[in-house]
């Protein structure tokens, strides 16, 4: 067949900031899977049924109805025309409201291509009589490229952090076929977004154009207030169904947001039960996203629930080690060890120490010896060993981790997240303060001895068979007293 392209239009649709991972470079690949191809036709006949509703019928007969689509790519589709003078009309007719139809249908801001067929040389091949070139259209999603360096190469595994990475792993070889929903949860800092942007490496290494979907739970309940606003929802919904893998960061940010979690429980259902994976992260596990709706939390645990825990000292020294060697820093194991010895937060702090020794040793041209990482831990990261927290911090930490107000936990309710808060305030307390039971229930407002005692037993005897329990708590715990 004889295809000219002729023109293409450009329209900006609505700037939805939700991520469809691209590799780079692959601004030319097409979708040459065959369901793609299917999709858009499917696409397009919906396309045609909207536009049906404003297009006089004897014009859809006429000019909407003949047009054939063609290759699909990324963010492009060709329309073929029958011929030059439908071509003609559409383009100056119609170009514009299909791009939108279209664009709504298929859940994706598409720029097309009008093609002409050629009926006078049908074995002539593809010869462009004419190309009219236009703006390219913005798309609709702003490309991400996942972080190059956050593979699974580049993660180290170890005990805390094994079960994360093999859901992580089993997801990216086969998505939506064992672990779904995977929800990984741990301290920031830890390693969750590199596991969700490493899954989208992997599946991209292997099959570019894959849609994989990141959005962090903050874009998604800002983009879905706009959306409503701008009564786009309908072309919310389909960007996110459009995706197979869909990866959504800190979900702990819409507890509390019911609208918002309404939107993902809909949007959670679809994908699942189209066999579409799903990955989330918190830094909470489910059952501890109190404001979240029970029927999404049990949503979240119904697949593989991982946490990652702070590393080991061996673990980090191998993360020290790793990340040394991917930036050409010379740097031996003594060092290294030293480091992962007394550097206690995070990776994220870890990783901060490594490049201030490393920015150290180059400002005074020396080797990056363990003596030059003394200096430099002893005048920056003393003071991360801090002092016991008080009481105060304690109960802050609380509330903040839990959701619920100070008030509340200090009051007298007895609703179960309210008590589970304040049990586990007592908890720490006692664990942190050391007070005697009597001063304890003093703090928590004149609470009588035994209530106090009753409630951090109760906490340690949960804890023991609960890993969920225990992680949040040591979550708390490194949260409030990192030199604990
Ligand atoms: P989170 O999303 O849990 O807050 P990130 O994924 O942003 O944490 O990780 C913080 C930093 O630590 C990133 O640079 C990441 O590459 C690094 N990191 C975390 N865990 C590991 C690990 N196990 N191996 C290598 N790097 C890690
Ligand atoms: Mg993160």
């Not at 003949?66 to 790519?73: D, N, R």
């Not at 990216?172 to 672990?179: D, H, I, S, V």
């Not at 920056?380 to 801090?386: D, F, P, Q």
């Amino acid at each position: 067949m004889g295809n000219i392209l002729i023109t293409s239009s450009a329209r900006a649709g609505i700037r939805q900031r939700f991520y469809f991972f691209v590799r780079p470079m692959s601004d030319q690949y097409t979708f040459d899977d065959q369901q793609d191809q299917i999709a858009m036709k499917e696409a397009w006949e919906r396309a045609l049924e909207r536009l049906a509703t404003s297009v006089p019928e004897t014009s859809m007969k006429k000019f909407l109805k003949p047009l054939k689509c063609g290759s699909v790519e990324e963010n492009s589709v060709s329309l073929i025309a029958p011929g030059k003078f439908v071509y003609e009309w559409v383009k100056d007719k119609y170009l514009d409201r299909i791009q939108e139809a279209l664009s709504d249908e298929a859940g994706r801001e598409l720029h097309i291509n009008l093609l002409v067929q050629d009926r006078e040389k049908p074995s002539a091949g593809v010869k462009p009589i004419s190309v009219i070139q236009t703006a390219q259209p913005q798309p609709a999603n702003p490309r991400f490229v996942p972080k190059e360096s956050y593979t699974f190469d580049n993660f180290v595994v170890g005990q805390s952090n094994r079960l994360a990475f093999a859901g992580a792993k089993a997801v990216a070889q086969a998505p939506g076929a064992k672990y779904n929903p995977l929800f990984i949860y741990g301290y920031s800092g830890l390693g969750k977004t590199h596991l969700m942007h490493a899954i989208a490496n992997e599946i991209m290494q292997r099959e570019p154009g894959y849609p994989v979907m990141y959005v962090t739970a903050q874009q998604f309940a800002e983009d879905f207030v706009q959306s409503l606003k701008n009564n786009r929802i309908d072309q919310f919904r389909r960007l996110l169904r459009g995706s197979r893998v869909l990866l959504i960061d800190d979900i702990q940010f819409i507890a509390g947001k019911d609208r918002t979690q309404e939107e993902i429980f809909h949007t959670f259902n679809y994908l699942y039960q189209s066999g579409r994976q799903v990955v989330l992260c918190s830094d909470r596990p489910p059952r501890d996203l109190l404001l979240m709706e029970e029927r999404l939390r049990s949503r979240f645990e119904s697949g593989l629930v991982a946490d990652v825990q702070m590393p080991d000292t061996e673990t980090r020294c191998a993360i020290i080690l790793k990340r040394a060697e991917r930036e050409s820093l010379g740097i031996d194991h003594d060092t290294a060890m030293y480091l992962a010895e007394s550097i206690n937060g995070n990776v994220r702090i870890l990783e901060g120490a490594l490049t201030k020794v490393a920015a150290q040793a180059s400002l005074e041209g020396a080797p990056l010896t363990i003596d030059l990482a003394r200096g430099v831990v002893e005048s920056y990261y003393e003071s991360i060993a801090v002092a016991k927290p008080s009481f105060n911090q304690i109960l802050n930490a609380v509330s903040k981790h839990y959701q619920i107000d100070i008030t509340d936990i200090k009051g007298l309710s007895r609703k179960a997240p309210i008590a589970h808060a304040r049990h586990v305030s007592v908890y720490m307390t006692r664990e942190i303060l050391g007070d005697s039971w009597k001063h304890i229930g003093a703090l928590f407002g004149d609470r009588d001895h035994t209530s106090m005692m009753h409630a951090y037993k109760k906490i340690r005897s949960m804890m023991n068979r609960d890993k969920e329990l225990n992680a949040s708590l040591k979550m708390l715990m490194h949260d409030l007293w990192p030199g604990s």
